[in-house]
Nanobody
Framework: QVQLEESGGGLVLTGDSLTLSCAAS????????MGWFRQAPGKEREFVAT????????HYADSVKGRCTISRDNANNAVYLRVNNLKPEDTAIYFC???????????????????WGRGTQVTVSS
């Protein structure tokens, strides 16, 4: 069982940067691949970024590539998402998620993830 809790969201201006954090309660956190997704009002949940259990492999959605960095601290059971040059279209609830198994299997699909946090709201004002 993995419990996830996101933090770090808020109201920011276009062009600002933000770092989201996700604290995990799991005895074997380092065994899980971690992901960030987001969901805007009226839209489906969409993939943002993922990182493998060891932290050496990452993937990003095209919409955030070059502006986002996902990282993790296995010693402290945490994963982070740094987003630079925020845009109004980045406004959404951001969710942290965890999955096991093969990293390469459907890493961008929400159904591949077993555990989810409740999310943190990010609002980007122009």
């Amino acid at each position: 069982q993995v419990q996830l809790e996101e933090s770090g969201g808020g109201l920011v201006l276009t062009g600002d940067s933000l770092t989201l954090s996700c604290a995990a309660s799991a005895r074997t956190f380092s065994a899980y691949h971690m992901g960030w997704f987001r969901q805007a009002p009226g839209k489906e949940r969409e993939f943002v970024a993922t990182i493998n259990s060891g932290g050496g492999i990452t993937h990003y959605a095209d919409s955030v590539k070059g502006r986002c960095t996902i990282s993790r601290d296995n010693a402290n059971n945490a994963v982070y998402l740094r987003v630079n040059n925020l845009k109004p279209e980045d406004t959404a609830i951001y969710f942290c998620s965890a999955r096991g198994g093969n990293y390469w299997n459907n890493y961008a699909k929400p159904d591949a993830y077993n555990y989810w946090g409740r999310g943190t709201q990010v609002t980007v004002s122009s």
